[in-house]
């Protein structure tokens, strides 16, 4: 998620950051030859995952979380808070397994035992500072750890893969629709303090292109109807701009350009989950209304 003036969907913002400043920056602020790449890439893998085996997916989601965890861990060390890596990674493998293996009781329970975790780690560590290394630590055991098991409740249904693969098609176009819509058409700043690069247009064109493609494959996927998909894709919009900002504002906050720099032409894990982790949970509760 990046930070220029008025274009843009989620996509284009958490990469241009890393962009260097120059009079004639080009309008989409990144890479995108190697973004495309890259996406594609993540695409092609999770899909193989998914028709090689469900639990190689789970594999992915937990190394996902992990380093997502890593960089979240590194990225707050800017304000002095020294996150304990060790029960935050233990508690994102266990949250996902618990949430497929067990639903979403055990996701809950997990995650509870993973603060406490936390908790009796620090504490062990010494008091000086604690407060603030807890609460850094709980903030990252929910954001992505916890938010990230609802990925495993997706996969946990008995057509799970067609609905791993539905999230990611209407969060993947969300991101594209506002980046067409931003680069070409946007003039107004949605949030200029938090993310000037962001547009309302770009935010109108993530509404339409994350509708059709919510309606399209809900009747395709699921034979639900497709009004239902159009709503799915509507709030799913709104929720990964929502996520985009609010990366946005930790980057700002913390005096960084990116969470790190394992994608080309993304930058980190964290750059490409932040509007995915926000978007978990209210995909799978509206599908669980959608296609009961």
Known sequence: MSDSPTTEGPVADRTTRSAPQSTKTPKAGRNLPAAI????????????????????????????????????????????????LVPVVIGAASMVLSAYYRGPEALILTFGLTCIGILVWRVADGLDGAIRDIGGALFVALYPCFLGGFAALLLSADDGHLRIIYFVLVVAFSDIGGYAFGVFLGKHPMAP??????????????????????????????????????????????????????????????????????????????????????????????????TP
């Open 37 to 84: 790449g890259v996406g594609v890439g993540l695409a092609l893998l999770i899909i193989a995952s998914l028709v090689i085996r469900r639990e190689a997916f789970l594999v992915i989601l937990v190394a996902a979380m992990a380093i997502g965890a890593w960089e979240m861990r590194r990225a707050v060390r800017q304000a002095g808070i020294d996150v304990p």
């Open 193 to 290: 303090s938090i993310s000037p690069k962001k547009s309302w247009e770009g935010f109108g064109g993530s509404v339409f292109t994350c509708a059709a493609v919510g309606a399209l494959g809900l009747t395709l996927m699921f034979d639900g109807p497709w009004w239902k998909g159009a709503v799915i894709g509507v709030l799913v919009a709104a929720t990964a701009t929502v996520g985009d900002l609010i990366e946005s504002s930790i980057k700002r906050d913390l005096g960084i350009k990116d969470m790190g720099t394992l994608l080309p032409g993304h930058g980190g894990i964290m750059d490409r989950l932040d509007s995915l982790v926000l978007c978990i949970p209210v995909v799978w509760a509206l599908l669980l209304w959608a």
